[in-house]
DNA sequence: CGGCCAGTTGAGTGTGGTCAATCGTTGTGG
DNA sequence: CCACAACGATTGACCACACTCAACTGGCCG
């Protein structure tokens, strides 16, 4: 047994945005509605950790500013994902809203006033942890990869994955976020993105109607970049 | 207040192994202690998660082997560290002993049942995940850094730091780990590392009397070399 | 129509990877 | 005690990939 057995099938490999426990009941009602123009910042870097955000509507991504002035993007979050969630006083990075974008508010205090009454909340949010944790391993593990070309392929098929769990189409992907977001996320440059995804054209693997749309025409291709 | 607030305290910015909730009284007796030699494996990634490990002695390293082959090392444990702290069911890396180790191996069963009897069991738990989550935050904020100089840097100081915290010389740092463990580590190569730390000496920012010995000369240097 | 911004493409450079030779330490056996 | 092997670390030469700087394109909105 020890050592031999496959990984499990509940741990994600590559980089994912799939990482999202089953909502639990009663959930819905808590808090409050908020509508967040897009670019505004939702919570800042080291403010005090009060509230936990859902996603309704429109996409997120969570950031830190570098010592020397870079940006880097920790995560993105879609509908049905929760942000902030957050048990040590402060917020570890800043939140923005990358879309016009609804969440509902929750403050801390509700949600543990619940949680004393719903242990099936707390134990939602202690895998919600769990998972984020998972999430950030695969981010980090994406980011030591080598080459441009691995980074931005696992990132397309991420986003394909998230797409198919939405029961949406797994090959047209809508980007929501800028180049420069995803070269953020990446590690890389704007123009080293721009290129790639270029050369992935070039050699039949997406097609790029628009900037913000990828066709995905060759999973197989992308998959064996992804881990190269 | 919002966004105004300096960054807490008790939140590292940088590259760190300092991540360690205060020990509980009576969790000492739990367990059994086992001794490991050098390069040994104590579990596997996707092993089935049965127990949590203490390290009481040496130095042990979570590791990933990459579709690739290569091999990433996510995390480096030392005395008093908790590796394994893993709710999902199945460790998401291998562990190996860099050092001949000694462990405390716990049962998350035997576990589990004491957390019931002792709340402040299942808060020190919950704290060391969420410990866990910065330290990878903030491992791949340290990835996705531009320079090798500065993860070199960034690892040095965050050796040195440690050491500060068990009552060691901050100045004079043991390498428990090769120059290969280094760069998997840092995502970079064995040969960028030696080269790197050959520079910072030619540059007066450190000494190696031996390649196992660190002696920090300019930390100021070092520091703003970290973040750039 | 013109301005603006995001994205693309090009040319040149530099950092870090690759391959290979050498050094230094440690440990083993004659 | 020395010779030698084995291994990790260091250094060098070379090269490729991604960054930098810069020009240009295309879409969108006033």
Chains 1, 2 share one sequence.
Request: hydrophobic share 45%.
């Amino acid at each position: 047994m020890l050592g031999l057995m496959a990984p499990a099938e509940n741990v994600a490999r590559d980089l994912d945005f799939s990482y999202r426990p089953a909502p639990v009941e009663g959930w819905p009602q808590l808090g409050t509605v908020q509508h967040i123009p897009a670019r505004e910042d939702i919570f800042f870097d080291g403010d005090e950790a009060r509230n936990v955000f859902e996603v309704l509507d429109g996409i997120v991504c969570a950031y830190r500013i570098l010592p020397d002035g870079e940006r880097h993007i920790v995560s993105f979050y879609f509908p049905g994902d929760v942000i902030g969630n957050c048990n040590l006083g402060t917020y570890p990075y800043s939140a923005q809203a990358l879309t016009p974008v609804r969440v509902r508010r929750i403050p801390r205090s509700v949600l543990e006033r619940y949680m004393a009454q719903r242990p099936e909340l707390a134990q939602r949010f202690l895998r919600l942890a769990a998972l984020e944790l998972a999430a950030t391993r695969d981010h980090m593990l994406c980011l030591a990869a080598k080459s441009a070309e691995s980074k931005i392929a696992a990132f397309l098929l991420a986003l394909s994955r998230r797409n198919a769990e939405l029961g949406e189409d797994p090959n047209q992907i809508k980007l929501p976020m800028t180049r420069l977001d995803i070269a953020d996320y990446l590690g890389l440059t704007i123009e080293t993105v721009s290129r790639t995804l270029s050369k992935f054209r070039r050699n039949g693997l997406i097609d790029l109607p628009r900037a913000t749309l990828v066709v995905l025409l060759d999973r197989k291709g992308l998959a064996a970049l992804a881990d190269s």
